[in-house]
């Protein structure tokens, strides 16, 4: 720098003056510039050159002191690396300081359709993929998509947990993506539209890829097509899955909730590959019209009972519910229990360890149905209620009916007990927990219905292990 500086020097000098030695003829009275010879090779001085006001310009201090002037002397580039940062260039500020397009961040969309999400980024937070948002909530208050729009959350391991403050809304068409369950948490209690939940989603809004804490997963009333997979909630301090609307729950979780597992009103929830353990109330809460389609998955170790279905159909059976391929076992209560509003079809399901396997009500007034398993092709229903080693029964009966009608209404073709055809016993008392005596079929008789066993002697039926 002190070469170039000074060389620059000596050029304007010799222009101005006509000579590198001695003192230029004509030079003004007003202003001097004395270049020590040890630092510009040359052996003479240099006085009265014209420059504008009085410039000293002096080996000695050239390491260390600012020059003056400079950009009169065309130095600019010369000196950019003396100035202070925010008054270089971009590209040379620290990255922290840069506009988003200089630190690589780019631009993020009016309307994008991926959004991204790092709460370990130490980058400018935009939301595009090199400058990633650091919360959840800053990517779901952007402006709702016109189309449809994935917001992708960063997981790690161990898990990155996103506190967020308020309710993380998935808008209409909005997925809402996290890297899986055992890699991306996320935590908060908000007043939702009827309990704490920590996600709510519209509809056609979809949640995946998470572990929900703190609070439910909500689907509230109008959110129809909504979706959730690959979630688990845990620890809630109430359900951990409330649903009021046609939803499709694929590989979710729901353990250790203060209330049901899942609980579901209204429209038509789809269940697959899924599990409802370990929750404090029911594992599966179904009530209020909602109609259950649940296939592959359990409802065990729950408190109360494994799975609650209520109020879900009236004559026709295009209302009833469905299970298939669920393990239900060990809750306190009932495994099943079918109300009098409700109906059921069951297939391929094990019932063990519980109060009771299944108790059923069945009305004339309501007509709901019970179909475990029929004589037609295709029809055997598969189901487990008891075996004839220990442990794999139910603590009274495999079966019960409260309110029984008449001699063999009940078909059960198909289907595993610990004998064959199944035991049947008459309860005395008015529920079914009134039975002391364990028979795979218990029965508390309806009023004005002589003592008839219920159950129909099916035509196949298995000795379980």
Known sequence: MRVVMVTMLGLWLTGCGGGNSGTPDGAPADGSVDVDAAADGDAGEVDGAAVDGALEVDAAMMGDAALAGDAALGLDAAMADAQPADAQPADAQPADAQPADAAGCGALAADPTDVYVDRSATTTSVGTQACPFHSIREATLLTAPAGSRIIHVRG???????????????????????????????????????????????????????????????????????????????????????????????????????????????????????????????????????????????ASNNTLLGIALQDSATVSSSRMHTLTDVVIE????????????????????????????????????????????????????????????????NLRSGLCIQQSGAAGSQVAEGDTWSVCPPSQRRITGPFCVSQNTYADVGYVQASGVTDAPPLAAPASCTVGP
């Open 330 to 393: 060990r809750n306190l209560g009932f495994g099943i229990e079918v109300g009098s509003t409700a109906s059921l079809r069951l297939r391929n399901t094990v019932m063990r360890q519980n109060e009771v396997g299944l108790v059923f009500t069945p009305s004339s007034a309501t007509g709901n149905l019970l179909d475990l398993g029929t004589a037609t092709a295709g029809g055997a229903g598969g189901n487990v209620f008891a075996g004839n080693v220990a442990g794999s029964r």
């Open 156 to 298: 790690g391991t161990p898990a990155f947990v996103y506190s967020e403050t308020g309710p993380i809304a998935v808008r209409a068409r909005e997925h809402l993506q996290g890297d899986g369950e055992t890699l991306t948490q996320v935590t908060g209690v908000a007043r939702c539209s009827v309990f704490d939940c920590v996600v709510t989603l519209a509809a056609t809004a979809r949640l995946s890829g998470f572990t929900v804490t703190g609070a439910a997963v909500e689907i509230p009333t109008g959110a129809d097509g909504a979706a959730v997979d690959h979630v688990t909630v845990t620890g809630s301090n109430n359900d951990g899955f409330y649903v009021r609307a046609t939803a499709q729950l694929s590989n979710v979780t729901a353990r250790a909730n203060q209330r049901h597992g899942l609980d579901a009103r209204t429209g038509t929830v789809t269940i697959t590959d899924s599990h409802f353990d370990g929750n404090d109330d029911d594992g599966v809460h179904a009530d209020r019209q909602v109609v259950i389609d649940f296939r592959r998955g359990s």
